[in-house]
Antibody
Framework: QVHLVQSGAEVKKPGASVKVSCKVY????????MQWVRQAPGKGLEWMGG????????IYAQKFQGRVTMTEDTATDTAYMELSSLRFEDTAVYYC??????????????????WGQGTLVTVSS | DIQMTQSPSSLSASVGDRVTITCRAS??????LNWYQQKPGKAPKLLIY???SLQSGVPSRFSGSGSGTDFSLTIGSLQPEDFATYYC?????????FGPGTKVDFK
């Protein structure tokens, strides 16, 4: 059974960068399409980017283009999400999740499962 | 980008009630629609994928339906552990977008 374990909470100053890790257990990173989602306090879920198996590359949400970098270390089965030029509004819980393609009869969908436990990033001066 | 809307944004219900949440996409997404449950302080949990397929281990009181632009999640008989926030998500294309969520709380 696949299990994702994320790094611990971080407190950063505005303008700094943060790098969150996500280690895969029960599978390998090369078999996974890792995605990153964040959730600001009291708000909904926001997709930041991830590996697109159809495109064969990592795709970033336009909102984060130029500020986010998602990388993978297949030797340790660990994925990383680095967000730079942090702002107060980047305070959120950051989640990793693996994306899979589910096919049932004539229907199909990509879905996120499982998710990491989340990493709280607080941006504070 | 495909916009996802959900209704209602919140609802109050009692144990044993039948609850239905709807989700609408701004364009056709075929069956590329998933439902997640999230409890406070926890990561989202997949309930339904491909609009109507129950994820392994999820109780059968949860069901999903729809295709194209209109979808629904139904909880057949609400249990105490079902009080949570529910999100729909489209994976028809990128960016993967989520609905704003529906909070189910105790009446």
């Amino acid at each position: 059974q696949v299990h994702l374990v994320q790094s611990g909470a971080e407190v950063k100053k505005p303008g700094a960068s943060v790098k969150v890790s996500c280690k895969v257990y029960g599978s390998t990173l090369s078999e996974s399409s890792m995605q990153w989602v964040r959730q600001a306090p009291g708000k909904g879920l926001e997709w930041m980017g991830g590996f697109d198996p159809e495109e064969g590359e990592t795709i970033y949400a336009q909102k984060f283009q130029g500020r986010v970098t998602m990388t993978e270390d297949t030797a340790t089965d660990t994925a990383y999400m680095e967000l730079s030029s942090l702002r107060f509004e980047d305070t959120a819980v950051y989640y990793c999740a693996t994306e899979w393609l589910g096919i049932v009869g004539a229907t199909q969908s990509y879905y996120f499962d499982p998710w990491g436990q989340g990493t709280l990033v607080t941006v504070s001066s | 980008d495909i916009q996802m809307t959900q209704s209602p944004s919140s609802l109050s219900a009692s144990v044993g009630d039948r609850v239905t949440i709807t989700c609408r996409a701004s364009q056709s997404i075929s069956s590329y629609l998933n439902w997640y449950q999230q409890k406070p302080g926890k990561a989202p949990k997949l309930l339904i994928y491909s609009a109507s397929s129950l994820q392994s281990g999820v109780p059968s009181r949860f069901s999903g339906s729809g295709s194209g632009t209109d979808f629904s999640l139904t909880i057949g008989s609400l249990q105490p552990e079902d009080f949570a926030t529910y999100y729909c998500q489209q994976t028809y294309n990128t960016p993967r977008t989520f609905g704003p969520g529906t909070k189910v709380d105790f009446k």
